[in-house]
């Protein structure tokens, strides 16, 4: 022992001389050199332990490298040090360091260190690394409140958890390397507020898991938005921190989306439920209504009978109420009437009892009913929060029978059930009503990682063998503790690993490959549960399967009562148990093909199959790896029992069942009708009496059979149809009161009765209580079976004016809060003993006023339900800020604080039985808000909360929110299931910043207090009154909604094609009614909506909707295609229309208008007046879409084909017969035919400039016609019958054509100007039909060949006598004279040689004299009686005259609708008779103020 001592001392003296060597010291003088020493260091030296380290008390920093040392030891006397560095040592554990209590860093990375521990009194620690080690979980730092830089890079950690929320001050975390999987633990490290670098996947280690999956860095950064560095990236930009923000933000509105849509399938599903249960009541309700009337009449004849005392003998007859019994063997027995009376009543009361019994049945099996749906739907959007969670790396997808792997599962369970294993529990089959496919990125990363690990270590080189092992087994779960829902998606999200640390549970994770072994113990439990409740109602029959994706590695069998434990069998991954395994059976080693599934042949799932074997090949599995299960499918079904049983909610049938069948509670059997008939046949039977329908002196004397009002007490009125009590308050005397079964809707008449103390109202429609007053010694109350609804204010009025009540009946109302009224109306009439003829306790009344006392807000309830946080929780969740933070936030209210109302920040009020929000007025601080689920029936209280930013109000009696117009930062409101029925304006007019609105399942008819909201980016209105089109125009402004869910409201089913509607006016959205919008729709939306004049249109336009004072439609440049305004007869005082620079290709749209005088299409695509049909083949996809709708034109078809082949057709019905003036310029007509412009009977000026007309037809009909316009066309020819029927043409405009010839205008024997000009006429011999015209007063040809002849112009002068004005020039008498001359001396003398140059002798030359030139540019902005165009003077000369065409004056390009010259004063004066004052006509080309374009 001493050699050994001396050995240790002689090793630890070498170990200190290297020591001191390694560190420039000498050994000799360490006693004084080691004083003075403060850093050691030694690296790479083997050095085994720690040695000599009191020769250096004023030690700071200690590095010691690549040594072996296995433990820390010898640092008692080295009280200074401040670092320490162990790294890359042997070391297991942290120890010896309770005396460093100055130490600030501490290395020591890549050792075996397993745990963190023995650090608590290194309190100064700022620096920690524990990089490379062997540690497991996050645990012993809880005392390093000065920790600033952790490492754990290296080890095995998979949980982050709390464990570093007392680190506040960590500045910068390494966690590579490890195993961290979920989303959920990189969330916990938001709690560390100073944490500015993070590091998950350092490049000098593996990456965490969760590195790999999808929005792994946008999770990151929106959680942890003050990081400046993640995984050795400088992610400081702002830029980056917004851009993760607005795409976390985006996913929560989707998911929020898509629970919102869940909710309101839940919402469908209970109002279904809802309707169901009303209709099983009705019966039930009818016969005690029908039992109550007859008892009241009894009441009332037996207290007649009692007052007159008359006696009457009768047959003893006996009713128990379920089984009459007549007593006609016994000799007859004279009775006392009055005891008929009360058996008869006895009899009823009995039958109200019963339809009682039965309508607690309905409810009871009503409540059942909404407790499944609730659970389903709480499960699917507890799958949507865990894909929001996830950031979808976990996703559940429903399946249908069109998805193969649906199919897949509903064989693979049929195949695995056994029919006669179920037999014994009256179970023939299964049914499979859901399968959800579970998508688990993390969890099946894995399992194809631990799967490729087997293949490659077992060297499996055949792919079969290995896929052999891969099975799909079913999870079996305790019996005794059913899947709930926390647990399944704990399974679904985490995989099994949880389950292992259930206590009691086995080591291995459960399964089978059998539907017998997972639900036949279930099953039993169940049976034994209701055994013992006596309930036998099959509640087993629906059940919940989770199938999982297995890989079964090396395995063996196990006996029956082997314990499964991975030490038991060492070497394998997975062991089976037989269910039918033989006494003598022994384990061994086997593989998969021995178990295969069985072919469909062998399959048992029906009890055809007398000789079952499934017992042979049912299996339970247990797999010790349970990253070797992956579950993949949830299957919901239900077992089919071999006796139907018909459940009250499930069959559509009527309530009264047949006998003999079996059903379920609830069900009404014939039998029990036949019971209500003998009651009510019993004797005495009721007298009907005459109904009293108005009250009157004589009456209420009559009914009460007294002479003065004095002497009344009490007056029955049961059973008549009154509905006013007049004068009743002179019966002061009056003591009882009963006027049940009548018609009255409020009791406002009842008003100081002071001795009233008996009253009956009963069985009437009475909606309010507002009236009743002085009532001080009312004892008894009965409203039941009315409509009253408001707990509040109903109970107020009966707290304020009956102050004696002692018993109420306020039953089978529609109350709007009925779980809470008892509580409610028992805290509030403190006199009441009997409330629903059930008496109230001692306990009840206790518990009544303490729920009285906690509805109102105090102080106790600010203290327990605030939190002082002053931002919000980073967490991806859909709740309110105002949950998250009074359930996830410790930052609770120290009141004894000085004005601690004023750091109040959140308040989550929820479910408190609120009637009235007050108290806040020193809350200015109050960010977050929510008073759910309350019977606050107004919003008040919150005036001095400016800063509330969300405020949520669901599940209240809400009728207005007149209260919030103050709280203009405002940015989320929700008031869902309120009672709102309207937006006010100058509510949400003040809520500039209001982002986020919720108001499902309300009244609201109109969008109109919302045209304002600017911000609102996500509208949820589902459920409402919103039934007009004219709703969604009030939303065209909001460019920031992206989503809008209007579901359920009428809209949706009364506008045709509502969601393109919808989707074409508020071309934002990128959601409509929880359903993505596609780019197809939107296509299909623009050309089915685009360009289409609506009289909702025009209504956003004008602002109302009075159509009868519209004189004229003004609506340029919009690029309308349609138009449908209607109805019709609103428009009927629109006189002028303007529609130029549109996309028109007709305007049937317009012919119903009836009183249009003018219609300006210019500068459209007008093809016909009315639209013309093409071959199917023919159309374009637009086309086509618009033949699958209603057209415009109020259902007014197409041409026939017959009128398309020949142009007009006589025949056809005259149209717009009030149109005088059309124009119709730049339109690419091509025929006048197809125009069928003919059917305009009584149009008198006609504009057609501008198209590409060759042949002039079709005006057969137009006999009126004063003016036609066909300049720039392309006529070459006027055809015989062109002009046959316009006698009463006064001006023709030709200009700009290809005419050669003037032929055929003898029956224009009216016109006086004709417009020739720009054309191709040359001979003079054209000029001269011009004969036929004699009323011609002016005439242009300018332009054409034949006006080069310097002849032309006196032959035209001489020829036409009462010619006025020629191309534009006035004719003088002087001109008409040496015209005249000319010619008389033109036949004397021979021709010139050149026509163009010759010079008439003694005519003097007019050409070189100036001439004015009028140029007409119309202007349509202008009003009607003012469409004059400019007129511009311009000198003509010879050249203009004989020179270069180009030169010459041209009459410009008529665009609009008159001019100023004389030529046009026809259509001045019609228009101005047509309109009678300024008509706005903008032209085509000019800006407009108007809207934008219609796409």
């Known amino acids: 022992m001493i050699q050994s001592d001396n050995q240790n001392q002689v090793a630890s003296e070498d170990i200190i001389k290297e020591l001191c060597t390694c560190n420039g010291l000498c050994y000799e003088r360490i006693e ?76 020591l990375y890549c050792n075996r260190i397993s745990t963190i521990e023995n650090l608590e009194n290194l309190i100064n620690l700022e620096i920690v690394w524990l990089n490379g080690n062997q540690i497991k979980e996050i645990e012993g730092l809880s005392t390093l409140q000065s920790l600033k830089e952790l490492n754990l890079a290296g080890n095995c950690i998979s949980k982050i958890g709390r464990n570093l929320d007392p680190n506040q001050g960590i500045e910068k975390l390494n966690l590579s390397g490890n195993r961290i999987c979920s989303f959920k633990e990189i969330t916990s490290l938001a709690r560390l507020s100073n944490l500015k670098d993070l590091c998950l996947n350092d490049p000098q280690y593996e990456p965490n898991p969760v590195c790999h ?62 309707e169901r249960k009303h209709k099983l009541q009705k019966l039930p309700e009818e016969r005690i209504k029908h039992f109550h009337c007859h008892i009241k009449h009894l009441e009332r004849d037996l207290e007649d009978l009692q007052t007159s005392g008359k006696a009457q003998t009768s047959v003893s007859q006996t009713f128990d109420g379920e089984n009459p019994t007549w007593d006609d063997e016994s000799p007859t027995e004279d009775i006392n009437p009055e005891k008929q009376f009360l058996q008869k009543l006895d009899s009823l009361k009995k039958r109200i009892a019963f339809w009682n019994k039965k309508l607690e049945e309905v409810e009871a099996i009503y409540q059942l009913e909404v407790k499944k749906k609730k659970k389903a739907s709480n499960l699917a959007v507890q799958f949507l929060l865990t894909e929001l969670e996830t950031v979808g790396n976990t996703r559940f997808e429903e399946g249908s029978p069109s998805d193969p792997w649906f199919n897949s599962c509903y064989d693979l369970i049929l195949s695995r059930f056994c029919a006669w294993d179920f037999k014994a529990y009256g179970i023939s089959g299964v049914k499979v009503n859901r399968v959800i496919r579970v998508h688990n990125r993390i969890l099946r990363m894995k399992f194809e990682g631990k799967f490729q690990n087997f293949v490659e270590e077992e060297d499996l080189g055949d792919s079969t063998n290995h896929r052999k092992m891969l099975e799909y ?241 009490v007056l029955n009125l049961h059973g008549n149809r009154l509905s006013k009590l007049r004068d009743i308050s002179r019966l002061s005397s009056l003591r009882k009161l009963i006027v049940s079964f009548n018609e009255f809707t409020c009791l406002d008449d009842v008003y100081h009765l002071p001795n009233l103390e008996y009253f009956d109202a009963s069985h009437n429609h009475v909606i309010t209580l507002e009236g009743i007053r002085g009532l001080i010694k009312l004892r008894h109350l009965d409203l039941g079976w009315n409509q009253l609804k408001k707990t509040g204010e109903e109970i107020n009025v009966l707290r304020r004016h009956t102050p004696t009540l002692l018993t109420l009946n306020i039953g089978h109302n529609p109350w709007h809060k009925p779980a809470s009224m008892r509580l409610s109306v028992i805290g509030q009439l403190k006199t009441l003993t009997h409330l629903d003829e059930v008496l109230i306790t001692d306990d009840e009344a206790a518990a009544a006023a303490q729920f009285i006392t906690d509805s109102r807000i105090s102080q106790v309830s600010l203290l327990e339900h605030s939190r002082t946080d002053t931002e919000k929780i980073r967490i991806l969740s859909v709740a309110p800020q105002a949950k998250i933070l009074s359930q996830m936030s410790k930052n609770r209210l120290d009141m004894f604080q000085n004005n601690w109302f004023t750091v109040i920040t959140a308040l989550d009020l929820d479910g408190q039985h609120l009637s009235k929000i007050s108290h806040l007025e020193k809350l200015e601080n109050l960010r977050w808000a929510s008073f759910s689920n309350n019977n606050l029936t107004r919003v008040e209280g919150l005036d001095s909360c400016l800063n509330l930013e969300e405020l949520t109000l669901d599940g209240n009696c809400i009728s207005n929110l007149e209260g919030i117009s103050k709280l203009s930062k405002l940015m989320r409101l929700s008031a869902n299931n309120n009672h709102l029925t309207s937006l006010e304006r100058n509510v949400f007019d003040n809520l500039v910043h209001l982002h986020y609105l919720s108001l499902e399942n309300n009244r609201i008819t109109s969008l109109v207090g919302l045209q304002k909201s600017y911000a609102l980016i996500e509208l949820y209105i589902s459920n409402n009154y919103v039934s007009s089109n004219q709703e969604i125009y009030y939303l065209k402004g909001l460019n920031n909604l992206i989503i809008l869910d209007m579901f359920g409201n009428l809209i949706v089913w009364k506008q045709d094609n509502y969601r393109l509607f919808v989707i074409f006016h508020i071309p934002s959205l990128k959601a409509l009614d929880g359903v993505a919008v596609e780019a197809p729709e939107i296509e299909n939306a623009k050309d089915l909506f685009g360009g289409k004049l609506t009289s909702d249109m025009v209504v956003e336009r004008l602002g109302h909707s009075d159509f009868i004072k519209m004189q004229e439609l003004n609506w340029t440049a919009s690029m309308i295609r349609t138009i449908d305004l209607t109805p019709p007869d609103q428009f009927k005082n629109i006189s002028s229309v303007n529609l130029q620079n549109n996309n028109l290709t007709n305007f049937s749209g317009l012919i119903f208008l009836p009183n249009i005088k003018v219609l300006c299409l210019n500068y459209n695509h007008i093809e016909s007046i009315l639209p013309r049909s093409k071959p199917p083949n023919h159309l374009t996809n637009r086309q086509l879409l618009h033949q699958k709708v209603t057209s415009s034109g109020y259902g007014q078809q197409g041409p026939t084909k017959t009128s ?126 011009l004969d036929c015209l004699p009323c011609l007063k002016e005439l242009s040809i300018y332009g054409n060949p034949v006006s080069r002849k310097i002849c032309h112009r006196p032959v035209l002068v001489f020829r036409l006598p009462n010619l006025q004005i020629l191309d534009g020039t006035m004719i003088s008498l002087e001109e008409r004279a040496k015209a005249e001359l000319h010619l008389l001396e033109q036949q004397a003398l021979p021709l010139a040689n050149s026509p163009i140059e010759s010079v008439f002798p003694g005519l003097p030359n007019m050409v070189p004299k100036p001439c004015t030139m009028k140029i007409t540019n119309l202007s349509l902005l202008g009003s009607i009686n003012h469409l004059h165009g400019l007129e511009l003077a311009v000198p003509q000369t010879a050249e203009d005259t004989t020179g270069n065409e180009s030169n010459r004056m041209r009459k410009s390009k008529n665009v609009g609708l008159g001019t100023n010259n004389p030529r046009s004063i026809h259509a001045e004066i019609a228009l101005r008779q047509a309109k009678g004052a300024s008509t706005t006509l903008p032209s085509h080309g000019t800006s407009q103020s108007g809207p934008s374009r219609t796409t």
């Open 32 to 107: 004084q050199e080691g004083a003075e020493t403060k850093s050691l260091e030694i690296f790479f030296s083997g050095y085994p332990r720690i040695v000599g380290l009191s020769f250096f008390p004023n030690l700071t920093r200690l590095t010691l490298v690549r040594q072996n040392i296995q433990k820390i030891c010898d640092l008692e006397n080295c009280l200074l040090l401040r670092e320490l560095w162990l790294a890359e040592c042997c070391l297991t554990k942290i120890e010896g360091l309770k005396q460093c209590i100055n130490l600030q860093k501490l290395y």
């Open 213 to 274: 999956l999808c929005n792994y860095a946008t999770h990151v950064l929106y959680h942890i938005p003050q990081l400046q560095r993640l995984d050795t990236y400088d992610v400081a930009s702002k830029q980056i921190k917004e851009l993760a923000e607005a795409t976390v933000m985006k996913k929560v509105m989707y998911y929020n989306m898509r629970i919102k849509s869940a909710q309101r399938q839940l919402e469908e599903e209970l109002e279904k439920l809802r």
């Open 473 to 713: 087994l079913f999870y079996v779960s305790n019996p005794e503790v059913p899947l709930k829902k926390k647990q399944l998606i704990q399974i679904l999200e985490e995989g099994f690993e949880e389950i292992r640390k259930v206590p009691g549970s086995e080591e291995a994770v459960p399964l089978s490959n059998s539907l017998s072994i997972c639900e036949c113990p279930r099953i039993e439990h169940f049976q034994k549960q209701a055994k013992s409740k006596g309930d036998f109602e099959e509640s087993f029959r629906p059940g919940k399967l989770i199938i999982s994706k297995v890989f079964l590695g090396n395995f063996m069998q196990a006996c029956e009562t082997e314990p499964i434990f991975q030490a038991n069998f060492p070497g394998v991954s997975s062991v089976y148990r037989p269910r039918g395994l033989p006494p003598n059976a022994s384990s061994a080693h086997g593989t998969v093909a021995s178990l295969e599934k069985p072919k469909a042949p062998e399959v048992c799932s029906s009890l055809e199959f007398r000789n079952c074997d499934c017992s042979l090949r049912q299996c339970e599995w247990f797999v010790f790896d349970h990253d070797l299960v992956l579950p993949e499918y949830v299957v919901e079904f239900e077992f089919i029992t071999l006796v139907k049983v018909e459940t009250l909610f499930s069959s559509l049938s009527n309530v009264v069942s047949e006998e003999g069948r079996r059903n379920s509670a609830g069900f009404i059997l014939s039998r029990d009708l036949q019971c209500d008939d003998w009651a009510l046949n019993m004797e005495p039977v009721v007298k009907p009496k005459p109904k009293i329908v108005c009250l009157d002196e004589k009456t209420i004397l009559g009914v009460a059979k007294a002479n003065v009002y004095c002497q009344i007490k």
């Open 1204 to 1329: 398309r082949d020949v142009g007009f057709n006589e025949s056809l019905p005259p149209i717009m017969q009030s149109l005088e003036v059309l124009h119709l310029g730049y339109n690419g007509i091509t025929s006048l035919a197809l125009l069928q412009i003919s059917r305009l009977r009584n149009l008198k000026f006609l504009f057609l400039q501008g198209n590409e007309i060759s042949q002039i037809e079709g005006l057969e009909g137009l006999q009126l016609l004063q003016e036609l316009v066909l300049d720039h066309n392309r006529v070459k020819m006027i055809g015989e019958n062109s002009f046959a029927k316009q006698s009463s043409l006064l001006a023709l405009h030709l200009e700009e054509n290809r005419l050669r010839e003037v032929n055929n205008l003898q029956s224009l024997v009216k016109l006086q100007k004709l417009f020739l000009g720009l054309n191709k006429i040359q001979d003079l011999s054209e000029l001269e039909k």
